[in-house]
């Protein structure tokens, strides 16, 4: 078989060429090339020409492999070179193709430039090889001395540098996009500092060594706040939840300080310190991260968009976390509130602590007649006496809460959570100003896995067995005992009444108006499954949530469907066509793949014109599978119609997904509402849910509106649309349409 002539290197010389001005440091990295070809006075002869040459700045580092199988080799455990230089003619006439091939196709490397070297160019022309194979340059060796080494390899080099910032961006890109997706798992300032170390770390290639640091906002402080560490990895893991001036190393606390006060990012050969303001973080943030090495231009771009997607994550955890402090707090003991423990005893179900840990109920005795003869105030004295000797009894991981005005929850391990620990409170009496009070009090204890179901359903079969305990006498405790308890039997009873009475349709719907709250006008309306039985109306709170749970609540969904269809047919001929119609879909009929495009066909059968019939989903039903009702709800708004997300404010969705939910209309829940006259708390978690629905554009309604007040508040601070008794009860259809013509609604 023919080789290439091996004494053609003999005739192979490298002019010396003029180097550009060099400004990089000594210590710059150089950019690796790699040379294949069997030649080995060639392989001598280019080692010597780039011994000393300098390209855009940067040292040559060349490495030399003798053979097809050798360079496959190397490649396969370091992939780090800009260009390789490839000899046609081997081990075999075409082992330099294949070589090419197989680092194109085979090792996947598409931003190493390749410059094809020949001595016999009749072995692989020029003009195919360029046109079949993704090479930079392919020419003799005989003419690398008047071409230049130095220009080729300069624009192969350029060629790399490009597509390599090109490939570094994007991949820094995708790596702040799944950063983004952390932080909006956050639930926490330090879930997310530490979430922000980490993703840093691994978007600039080098170990998480640094800290994340808050500057406590002018009117928080009492005396003048050294920055605390929120976050720490690497070296300074010690260090965590403490000020900066407790760091071993000076200068970096120095150097925060100089960051905060000019609120701009600074940059060292071996760190970085990036500022995160509070316009969206809500407080002023600072991340230092050990580098190690300058960042280059591509990195710095990346850290800026990364900066940015931190600064918004800060904030939305700083928002959820009022929120939540507002919603899940006690006003009056600053404990969790009854909402924390429901959640709490989730949150623990869901871990699969359920059979581990317990649900004690305490219920103090005759606290109504103490506070009927000693008055309201000293009741509340009492019950703030009575929040320490609870949480010393119980510390955590026990969670300690007040459920009602003197009903306290605690929920945590089963050997520390009993009730005779709780009853252990009351051994000595509380002392007030002097004065002693001796108290006793009821208490049940029941395990979280005792009932399935919700957590609402574990309490409330909790209430149940404390209200045993009641009728036993003072201080009685008492057992969960599933013999006494009848709720599950009577749901079983109502199950199996529903599955009959569907089928003869006792269920029919009634409308509850919706009214623009600056004109009064009705603008749609409510529709209210009702169940019709031979004692009496059965309450939606007592068979929806059976319904729920069980097959029949698809064949609800379609007779709701089918009813509300009807009506918005009747309404359109008694000139009320603009009303819209709302009606509720639960998270399991979200489990039908065909909910959304049979809504979407019956309407159109039934001839309803897009945007006539609006659907609820709860706050909690969007969360429970966002990616799956998100999708559905948005092909649902595709087809011209509208979404509401009901009892707004009571679920623990995170503000990121909130922006993301495909809503039209946000219903505040009628325990915000009913709290507005009398409780400064509870109007500040309506305005935050106003302002949540004008930054997404979204329509508020509230539901619940019981009095000319509270109707005037919410008219005042923004609110669109009302729902309640103060407008109207649910009604029949015709009620509706002459309710609708009172109103001036047809006008």
Known sequence: MPHEDKGAADRIRFRAEAAPPDHAPPEARPWRILSADDDLDFRQALSFAVRDMRILGRPVELITVASLSEAARLLARDRDFAVILVDVVMETDDAGIRLVKAIRDTLGLQEPRIVMLTGQPGFA????????LDLSDYCLKSDLSHRGLKNILTAAIRAYDHLAEVSAARRGLQMILEASNHFAAARSVAQLAEAALVELAQLLGVPPDGIVCVEARAQERTVPASPMVIGAAGRFTPFLHQAIDHLPEAPVAARIREVLARRTDVAGT?????????????????????????LERTERELVKVFAANASKGFGNVALISRLDRMAYEDELLHIPNRGALLREIETRRLQGEGHEHHLVLLDLDNFAGLNDAFGVELGNRILRALVAPLQQRFPAPAVVARISSDVFGIVGPAAQVTMARAAQVFDEPLEIDDERYRLTACVMEIALDAIDGDPAELLRAGWGMLHHAKLQ??????????HIEQAAGHRFALMSRLGQDLRREALFLQFQPQVDMASGRVVGAEALLRWRTDEGLIPPSEFIPIAEKSSYIHAIGDLVLRQACQA??????????????SINLSARQFEDPNLIPGLLETCAAAGIAPGRLEVEVTETTAMDNFAHVSQALSRYRDGGNTVAIDDFGTGFSSLEYVYQLPADRLKIDQVFVARL????????????ILDLARSIDATVIAEGVETAAQAEWLTAHGCHIGQGWLYARPMPLEALIDFCGAAGAAA
Do not use: K
């Not at 022309?125 to 079949?132: G, S």
């Not at 006498?473 to 599933?482: E, K, N, V």
């Open 125 to 132: 022309p020029a003009e195919a090889v360029l046109e079949t």
């Open 677 to 688: 006259e009398h409780d400064e708390r509870g109007r500040q978690l309506v305005r935050l």
């Open 568 to 581: 918005l047919d009747r309404l359109a001929a008694a000139g009320l066509a603009h009303l819209v119609l």
């Open 473 to 482: 006498g003072p201080g009685s405790r008492i057992a969960y005992d599933p």
């Open 270 to 294: 071996d760190f970085q310190l990036i500022f995160v303001p509070r316009q969206l973080a809500l407080s002023d943030y600072v991340i230092y991260i050990a580098s190690g090495r300058p």
